[in-house]
């Protein structure tokens, strides 16, 4: 009886080792997490939100969370005031779509696919990174 018992903690610890070993991995995969700012009368934003954004979201699952922030509402456009403020956007650079990805503001259909996946890609090799820090957000 007693080697019954020992064999199945044998059993149970080896499957929460493996467990917890894969709860690990996951976790040094990290995330990487942005947000996006847009506009519903802005073809351009839906342009990047219909045609961009969807094949990177399937191809990196829940490492990728985008938070999606419409500015027609007035707190989100004071949000979106906020943030190019804390990263110091030129007035040239501002419209939408805008998106801040760790330290990086990418502005516009064309620079936003350009880069995007790269800085994914640059940000999983060191872990993740969480959102911007952007007041109000």
Not at 11 to 36: I, Y
């Amino acid at each position: 009886m007693q080697k019954r018992w020992l064999m199945i903690l044998v059993a149970g610890l080896a499957l929460l080792a493996a467990c917890n070993a894969s709860h690990t991995d996951r976790q040094q995969e990290g995330v990487v997490r942005a947000v996006f700012f847009w506009s519903e009368t802005c073809p351009h934003c839906h342009e990047v939100m219909e045609r961009d954004l969807p094949p990177l979201e399937e191809q990196y699952g829940n490492r990728l969370e985008i938070k999606k922030v419409e500015v027609s509402d007035p707190a989100n456009y004071q949000v979106w005031v906020s943030a190019m403020e804390a990263f110091q956007v030129p007035p040239e650079r501002q419209g939408v779509p805008m998106l801040f990805i760790g330290d990086k503001v990418l502005v516009g259909s064309l620079e936003i696919p350009e880069q995007l996946p790269g800085l994914i890609e640059q940000y999983l090799e060191a872990g993740g990174v969480d959102f911007p820090a952007i007041p109000g957000l």
